[in-house]
């Protein structure tokens, strides 16, 4: 009995290996066929297409035709079993990064309990040699001061990657000596967030920030001059999303709120006002128009911009746009 239940086991395992084998196949067969621009076969117009290394050719499953030949095999040269001994033979570490100030390419001494004399001191004259001058520790500070104020702001990866390259080229043409290096990082982050279309307020730089707001601002300024970079105005459509979610809003109000920033700008109404007053009076008119009441102080607690200011915005908008008879509420 035992053994009938072995073989049946056997039996649905090789069936099963032999299912993820086949579907490993097409996976890996349309892989190669797309990078040969092949997406089905020429003759039955089947895509059952089968890719063999071994004859370095691709074959159609259905009509047995060899649709491409002299194929490259891209893959590695070991082969791997299970997963710990794809992790064990795997060569490659993490990708190179700008975050890191030796861009992640360093080698590092494992720490343990278990070492011997000589594995102890290899690490600590790893240790010691890791960050060689004051120059290289103050950069290593920069760094990590961009990483802080970008997860306190949620920013994501490909930003603090542009504010620590942006740092790196400052380094380069020596702006960094004699100024604050918390004024500066700030600043690149800003400019970096600007760039990449997902603005901060510099309320909420300084908020995560270690200098004062004045002293992000003269940075900022200074930066733009001698690093020759071009940042264009804040539009007040940037804002609306994220200050929806935070004010609980659902996708309607957004769209409602893009449109009367969209229609103020045709009238001219947005000149020489802020983009965040705009965007916050914006999203309390269309929060009302869709039932969705925010007060003036819930959405100046959100856009830091004061109620005086939104209560101004709001009477312009409406004023000016007639904004119930335009958008027909």
Not at 19 to 46: F, H, L, M, Q, Y
Not at 74 to 84: H, M, N
Not at 155 to 168: D, F, G, K, Q, T
Not at 194 to 208: A, F, M, W
Request: aromatic share 6%; charged share 30%.
């Amino acid at each position: 009995m035992a053994a009938l239940k072995s073989d049946k086991k056997a039996t649905r395992d090789g069936a099963k290996k032999k299912r993820e084998d086949t579907v490993d196949a097409a996976v890996i067969a349309a892989v190669a066929a797309a990078k040969e621009g092949i997406k089905e076969c020429p003759e039955c117009g089947s895509k059952c297409l089968i890719c063999d290394y071994g004859k370095a050719e691709i074959f159609c499953e259905d009509c047995g035709l060899i649709i491409t030949e002299n194929i490259v095999d891209l893959g590695p040269e070991w082969r791997a079993f299970d997963s710990e001994q794809k992790s064990k033979r795997a060569r490659t570490g993490a990708p190179m990064t700008y975050r890191i100030h030796d861009k992640g390419l360093s080698t590092v001494v494992s720490s343990g309990s278990g070492l011997s004399l000589g594995e102890y001191k290899l690490q600590k004259w790893q240790q010691r040699t890791h960050v060689a001058n004051t120059t290289e520790r103050s950069f290593i500070f920069a760094l990590s001061e961009i990483d802080r104020m970008a997860s306190a702001l949620r920013l994501p990866v490909n930003i603090r990657e542009a504010a620590s390259m942006l740092y790196r080229k400052a380094m380069k043409k020596r702006l960094i000596r004699g100024r604050s290096i918390e004024g500066i990082t700030s600043a690149l982050l800003y400019i970096s967030c600007r760039q990449y279309g997902v603005p901060r307020t510099l309320e909420e730089l300084r908020d995560v920030s270690r200098v004062g707001q004045k002293e992000i601002s003269r940075a900022y300024r200074f930066l733009l001059r001698e690093l020759d970079l071009k940042v264009s105005p804040a539009s007040p459509v940037d804002f609306v999303p994220r200050f929806c979610s935070l004010l609980d809003l659902e996708g309607d109000i957004r769209s409602k709120a893009i449109e009367i920033i969209k229609k103020a700008t045709e009238a001219e109404l947005t000149n020489g006002r802020g983009p965040i007053g705009i965007a916050a009076a914006a999203i309390y008119i269309a929060a009302i128009l869709s039932g969705e009441h925010r007060t003036q102080k819930e959405v100046s607690n959100v856009t830091g911009v004061t109620e005086v200011t939104i209560r101004n915005r709001y009477k312009e908008l409406s004023e000016e746009l007639e904004i119930p008879e335009l958008l027909e509420f």
